[in-house]
């Protein structure tokens, strides 16, 4: 039984994400009827959505670390040197979410 093309894209995206070689989830495409450019171009397309998802995973975790930084050196400045209050959750979660991004990225990149 051949797969519907919206099955397809999800093969293909859950394939990559897993870290499958692109020749290896190419000839899987394929297998599946789709001709050979067909499944060069979802390739490119899933490729790039991926690259895209983890930017924006890298930049929301990024931006909420410097919120948090800034909003402390802020409150500290406001309050004559005197460390009020520091905004540790935006910063911890911050940092390990962008951490994950700039990890998914550099994997992607290689491919």
């Not at 859950?14 to 070689?21: L, V």
């Amino acid at each position: 039984m051949t797969l519907s093309a919206r099955q397809l894209e999800a093969q293909c995206k859950h394939r990559m994400k897993s870290g499958q070689k692109w020749d290896d989830v190419r000839k899987f495409l394929v297998s599946e009827g789709m001709t050979d450019s067909s499944a060069e171009a979802m390739l490119k397309k899933t490729l790039e959505d991926l690259r895209s998802q983890a930017g924006m995973t890298l930049g929301a975790g990024g931006a909420l670390a410097i919120i948090g930084i800034v909003a402390s050196i802020a409150v500290t400045q406001v309050s004559n040197g005197m460390v009020q209050l520091f905004w540790w959750g935006p910063v911890l979660i911050g940092i390990p979410v962008a951490v994950v991004g700039l990890a998914k990225l550099l994997k992607l990149r290689r491919r």
